[in-house]
């Protein structure tokens, strides 16, 4: 085969199988995706029956257990609003009242929202902070 | 001392202007002794960043809390091993180790350079020292090591417990060598294209440095890995986090550096990819670490805002449109001095092999910055979690390792149907009978077709491994004749880049082959216990057999011993424990802050084997104490003030004596509430856990790490110089007999 059609053959295939990868991330990631919603945000844009990655920290003094339930509050970083969350699976160790987490949330039946199995990440302590924000 | 550490700082910041300035004057105007005092300057700035250095950890040392971050990060507590390491748990102290390590790493590979490629060496110079003063200005002016305080805490904050932890010793520091390595590469790329001069030269001083960057930055990730499965108490070591992510990026775009290297030096092809990568990869080193400091990202490391951000991205800004504007400028000059011959040849396996682990990076980079992405597009952050990344990363890992399998058996420029037969015969049917075995074997892996894959694809690679090493050791053999292992000593010496390769390789396999056990095959179960209760997991019977505690001066611990059994016959006994040390938060009382949970950590107990692991962790609620701890709180709340003041009105010694008393009765109040975890236990949350082959992870690690030595060791001088004398100007096809390569 001539050498440039060959060359024209591999670049085709190579942009298409780009192209491919591109266009399954784009639809990946946003079918996929779970917003992520603070508890001032949860409270006022949050349907039931949807899931959300609620971001924030844990208020201090609220974190109780039932059973293998973990009950805790979650505080909006920026205001005064914090909302209940019932959860179950693993707690990594650095979790505890005033430190920064996420976890994956779905409306329950009170107000309390019901945190997804094993959905529970938080704040590393090798993350470095700005004094002023810690 | 903190005054001379920040004047030492300043003196750097100092230094590194001038040697910028110096390097690009010597550069312009061809004076050599411009050029040679920007170099000096990089050792200048080696020697004041050391010294900084130095009296940061010695403040650590002394528990001088007059230095802001040793309050904030240390205690007199702190065992000495963890007060040397706690320097870089800090922002300030982090930011100083960067500096330090990159005019160390820079020194050295000038120092090296100092009579070779005398034309891109100073504006690589300039670059290296761009990049100190951009660390040092961030100590200088916005997280200063060297700040204090008038008055002076008596204690400090001590380390997170979960920074109590050996890995914490060599973890940062590997990644920061290995981040600070790849700007080298980097800045001699940008010399290189500025100059104009796009050989092979550049690559060759640089190599060394490019494939060190490779193995710190892979060894810090995988110790990340290790800490992460062992003190984090969730039973993972990849979580695929933002900071993971942003360490893994730069090393696999490092990865196709160091393969598609070797078509440039061979053929004198891919030198736009090259450059490409080369530049790419000192960009993520630097978005890696801006990543741990933004808070951009929520996740598991990277929450809370910080004001090195718009310092990071100017400077993430001007190395993108930088290595751009060089790429297209110089595109001429990067013209490739040959073609592709064959699809089927070492070139091509190269270069596919480049091109999964770009898309790797691009796949990990996407979904790391979709909820920025998404937020710029919708206004609303979206996150996409771990299930995001396996339909992408686990097809194109198994093509990796497919291809790791295929390149060191197939010949350069183009295949033949007697080099396929010969090298390919004996690794295709070890892997198709590992597949075959899998498949047949009762309670076999047959229902995981992507691990069963990777199994088989992982046999293929060992057995490619293995038969080019055995080979190697015939041909040596048949002209030495030593014995099998003083033979396969002197082919692995003289051949250190090949088979340091062959064994990445292996060890590459043997990892994923752990990664994918694991991942697929791992049963876990979370349940409450009292002593003598038992849970089932996957087929073992846990048994809790009785509580423990212990108390030290630094950490009361309650734990369990767990008894493993499977099928009636006794397989382990472990034991975890949660260790509280004590908290610096006065709400939580005298008598509170020796049972603060959000002051401990987990102990794992694990039995590990190379089939599968034993994972447990303890969950202790310590709410039982409460009704105790807040009673003892109170006594001591009323009572301690009381011999205070009865103490500050004694001679030195008596007070000493008063207050050792009063310390005392509160170390017995504590003893006695905590003994109350074994006298009268309650339920306890257990995680357990069975997890096949983690082993093999560790294992693959420490090979990959081997390999990684073995390739970055310098051949003898003597060896080299018969190299050279004896290359060929092209590589045979096939080599009956490898080739001795120069380092």
């Known amino acids: 085969m001539d ?84 959860y179950t699976g693993i707690v990594p160790d650095p979790f505890a009242g005033g430190r920064a987490v996420m976890v994956a949330v779905r409306e329950g039946a009170g107000t309390t929202y019901i945190g997804q199995q094993n959905s529970l990440t938080t704040k590393c302590p090798s993350k470095y902070q700005a004094a002023a924000a810690s | 001392m903190a005054i001379v550490g920040r004047a030492l700082l300043i003196l750097a910041l100092v230094v590194a202007l001038y040697g910028i300035g110096a390097s690009l004057f010597g550069a312009r105007s061809g004076r050599r002794e411009w050029v040679d005092s920007g170099r000096r300057a990089v050792y200048a700035l080696a020697g004041l960043a050391t010294l900084a250095f130095a009296i940061l950890e010695a403040a650590f040392l002394r528990s001088d809390f007059t230095f802001n971050v040793v309050a904030e990060h240390s205690s007199t507590t702190t065992p000495t091993f963890y007060k040397l390491a706690a320097a870089w748990s800090s922002q300030e102290g982090s930011l100083l180790l960067w500096v330090f390590l990159l005019s160390v790493w820079s020194s050295l590979i000038l120092f090296l350079t100092r009579r070779r490629v005398r034309e891109i060496a100073p504006y690589a110079t300039a670059v290296l020292l761009g990049f100190g003063a951009f660390f040092t200005s961030l100590a200088v002016f916005f997280a200063n090591p060297f700040a204090t305080s008038a008055q002076a805490p008596a204690e400090g904050a001590g380390l997170d417990p979960l920074l109590l932890h050996p890995s914490m010793m060599i973890h940062p520091p590997m990644l920061y060598s290995g981040y600070t390595l790849l700007t080298i590469p980097f800045a001699f790329a940008v010399g290189a294209l500025v100059t104009g001069r796009l050989g092979a030269e550049w690559i060759a001083v640089t190599r060394r440095f490019a494939l060190a960057a490779w193995l ?107 290595s751009i504007f060089l790429i297209v400028w110089r595109r001429e000059q990067l013209r490739s001095e040959a073609q592709l011959e064959s699809l089927w040849s070492r070139e091509a396996v190269f270069l596919f092999q480049n091109l999964v682990l770009v898309a790797m990076v691009l796949v990990v980079f996407w979904i790391t910055f979709f909820p920025l992405i998404s937020q710029a597009l919708t206004g609303t952050k979206v996150s996409v979690g771990p299930p995001a990344f396996q339909p992408f990363v686990v097809p194109l890992a198994l093509i990796l390792v497919l291809l790791s399998g295929i390149g060191p058996i197939i010949a350069w420029r183009r295949v033949t149907v007697a080099n396929l037969r010969r090298g390919f015969a004996l690794p295709i049917v070890v892997g198709l009978v590992t597949l075959i075995v899998l498949l047949v074997v009762p309670g076999g892996p047959s229902s995981r077709p992507f691990a069963l894959a990777m199994f088989a694809l992982g046999a293929f690679v060992l057995a490619g491994v293995a038969q080019e090493v055995w080979r190697g050791v015939s041909a040596r053999r048949a002209t030495t004749h030593d014995a099998v292992p003083l033979a396969l ?34 049963h876990s179960t979370d349940v409450l216990l009292s002593p003598g209760q038992t849970a089932r997991v996957d087929g073992y019977t846990v048994r809790y057999v009785r509580p423990v505690e212990a108390i030290t001066s630094q950490k009361i611990s309650f734990g369990a011993v767990l008894n493993v059994s499977k099928g009636g016959h006794h397989v382990t006994n472990v034991t975890t424990t949660r260790n509280y040390y004590p908290s610096q938060d006065p709400s939580d009382g005298l008598i509170g802050k020796f049972f603060d949970s959000a002051n401990s950590d987990s102990a794992v107990g694990l039995d590990a ?135």
């Open chain 2, 216 to 322: 710190f930055l892979g060894i810090g990730i995988l110790l990340g890995a290790r800490w992460s499965y062992t003190e984090l108490g969730w039973g993972g070591y990849w979580a695929w986090d933002p900071v993971e992510n942003a360490a893994l990026m730069p090393w696999l775009c490092i990865t196709a550096f160091v393969h598609s290297i070797m078509i440039q030096e061979k053929r004198g092809m891919l030198k736009v990819w090259n450059a490409s990568l080369v530049l790419g990869s000192g960009t993520l080193s630097i978005l890696g670490t801006f990543l741990v400091r933004s808070g951009i990202l929520n996740s598991i490391h990277a929450f809370g805002a910080s004001t090195l951000g718009v310092p990071f991205v100017s400077l993430i800004g001007a190395m993108v449109i930088g």
């Open chain 2, 609 to 743: 084997g190379p089939l599968r692991d034993i994972w447990t962790v303890i969950n202790v609620q310590t709410t039982p104490l409460d009704s105790l701890i807040n009673q003892g709180n109170n006594v001591f709340a009323a009572y301690a003030p009381q011999v205070m003041t009865r103490a500050a009105k004694l001679p030195p010694g008596q007070a000493q004596q008063a207050m050792n008393g009063l310390w005392s009765e509160r170390d017995l109040a504590v003893a006695e509430i905590a003994r109350r975890f074994v006298t009268h236990p309650w339920q306890t949350e257990f995680l357990l856990l069975v997890d096949p082959m983690v082993t093999w992870i560790w294992l693959g690690a420490l090979i990959i790490a081997g390999g990684g030595f073995i390739a970055l060791w310098p051949i003898p001088v003597l060896a080299r110089r018969r190299t050279r004398a004896a290359k060929p100007a092209r590589p045979p096809a096939s080599p009956a007999v490898p080739v001795r390569e120069p380092a």
């Open chain 1, 3 to 86: 050498p440039s059609r060959k060359r024209v053959i591999r670049l085709s295939v190579a942009l298409a199988a780009a192209l491919l990868l591109a266009t399954a991330l784009v639809y990946v990631s946003f079918t996929a995706g779970t917003k992520e919603f603070t508890a001032s945000q949860l409270l006022s844009q949050g349907r039931p029956g949807q899931t959300y990655e609620l971001a924030g920290t844990v208020l201090l003094g609220s974190v109780r257990h039932d059973g293998t339930s973990l009950l805790f509050k979650i505080r909006d970083p920026k205001l005064d609003v914090a909302v209940p969350v019932s």
């Open chain 2, 489 to 522: 000593l002197g082919l692995i010496s003289r051949n250190r880049r090949r088979y340091g390769g062959y064994t990445v390789h292996a060890g590459l396999a043997v990892l994923l082959i752990g990664v994918a056990a694991s991942s697929s095959f791992k």
